[in-house]
């Protein structure tokens, strides 16, 4: 069975825009679904994104800063609101002929999640749910974000894929090549994606894992993965000693238990914004299994950075050419399928 490589871009959902943490540092420039971008928060707190173009002289709005009512233009002064409209013109009266394009923003769970699609669809009921960000008494995530020049789905046949993890990743949450290739798997099609369980019964505990909680002999590893389309992955995995019955304790105490959020916004449709975040269960945020996992998770992504990136060179100089999908890829195939069903749900939309 073959594929095309790159998919066509998505626009009616909900792509994360920024970290609700990056707001606060001040206004943002990002290239969002092709679209140039401001995401910034007002004085009163509300987040907000509008096209980063100053209807006045035509000046990227992200040279501005935030003020009370909105963002000011750093060139005349003008300022706008989160819909889009002039509210503050110096020297000048106001007119509804003097605003710019706004986009619908939802913050919540530390996202701030932007819909650049139809206005009139963007229903928040379908942003998702990841209430893991708020139990801080359970978990404290670091946050993380790499802009990778490759189209989004690389990224997300990356994540229902973890045969590459024993030859990409040897020396951080790797392990060895063999026992990936031989895990037991459950693959399922779900309404919005695909979902898979991922069992590794006596294996042998990867570099990270060693140093996250000091493993010292063969354990049992569980990874459960759920693409939800068109671009976020679900990841909740746990490690114990082997025979230890973690296996059929998912949750039982002790040992290592993840939870990762995956999320990739196309920026086109050969760049997207790689958000990711991490925890460990029951460390706090500067414990050194927290932290230590942490930063062997940013070195592995970018290993998988550089193999997305040359991957992505390579089928660009080809687009036509097709991809062979292996047994192994059954829910890679499963998140293809959501993907373009969403891609056909926008079709006649797209042709009226």
């Known amino acids: 069975m073959s594929e095309f490589a790159m998919e066509p871009l998505v626009r009616n959902a909900w792509y994360i825009g920024a970290w609700s943490h990056e707001l606060d540092e001040g206004p943002i420039a990002r290239r969002i679904m092709g679209q140039d971008l401001v995401l910034f928060r007002s004085g009163d707190g509300s987040a907000a994104a509008l096209e980063d173009r100053c209807c006045h002289r035509g000046v990227k709005l992200s040279l501005g800063k935030p003020v009370e009512t909105g963002i000011q233009c750093g060139y005349h002064g003008m300022v706008f609101d989160g819909s889009g409209a002039c509210v503050e013109n110096p020297g000048e009266k106001l007119s509804p002929a003097h605003r ?31 209430p893991y960000h708020d139990r801080t008494d359970e978990y404290n995530f670091h946050f993380g974000r790499y802009d990778i020049a490759a189209n989004y789905m690389f990224m997300m046949d990356n994540l229902m894929d973890l045969t590459h993890l024993g030859y990409v990743h040897g020396t951080t949450i790797g392990g060895n090549p063999q026992e990936h290739d031989e895990a037991v798997m459950t693959t399922t099609r779900t309404e919005h994606g695909a979902h898979f369980n991922r069992a590794m019964p006596n294996s042998t505990p990867p570099p990270a894992f060693k140093k996250a909680a000091g493993f010292k002999g063969q354990i049992d590893r569980w990874m459960d993965f759920e693409y939800v389309a068109p671009a976020t992955v679900l990841q909740w995995a746990g490690i114990h000693d082997a025979g230890t019955g973690g296996l059929d304790d998912p949750a ?30 029951g460390e706090p945020y500067d414990g050194k299994g927290n932290t230590g996992f942490h930063e062997d998770v940013l070195e592995a992504f970018e290993e998988d950075r550089l193999f997305i990136e040359a991957q992505q060179e390579a089928v660009g100089a080809d687009p036509g050419r097709k991809l062979i999908l292996r047994e192994h890829d059954k829910a890679v195939a499963y998140s293809r399928q959501a993907i373009h069903r969403m891609q056909a749900a926008e079709m006649p939309a797209a042709a009226e």
């Open 100 to 130: 710019v394009r706004a986009y619908a923003v939802a913050e919540r769970q530390n996202f701030v999640w932007i819909w650049t699609g139809d206005p009139e669809l963007a229903d928040e009921s379908r942003i998702i749910d990841f």
């Open 252 to 281: 039982k105490p002790g040992g290592l238990l993840l939870r990762v959020f995956h999320h990739a916004t196309p920026a086109d449709d050969s760049n997207f914004h790689y958000f990711f975040s991490t925890a460990v269960r």
